[in-house]
């Protein structure tokens, strides 16, 4: 079990360093700067929803179609 445990792991490292496997490893599993960019929007844009005012409904007159009357 030992043994088959240190092949399987020298032959990853080989085949990593032959196909240049980490490249894509860090691309896929950790963050660029788009992830980065995006996440800091995300928590801007929830700050903003928190202290911004409530959505106001508003319903056109029947009587006169020019007005606008909250609900």
């Known amino acids: ?3 088959t445990k ?6 990853m490292k080989h085949l990593v360093d ?3 496997l980490d490249k894509v490893i860090r691309y896929v ?3 660029n700067d788009l992830d980065k960019k995006v996440k ?3 928590k801007k844009v929830r700050k903003l929803e928190k ?3 409530p959505q106001r409904e508003f319903v056109v007159c029947n009587e006169c179609e020019q007005s ?3 609900k």
């Open 40 to 42: 800091t929007l995300t």
């Open 68 to 70: 606008i009357k909250e």
């Open 29 to 31: 599993f950790e963050d």
């Open 18 to 20: 032959q196909l240049q």
């Open 6 to 11: 240190i092949i399987v792991s020298k032959v």
């Open 51 to 53: 202290i911004a005012h």
């Open 1 to 3: 079990m030992i043994i």
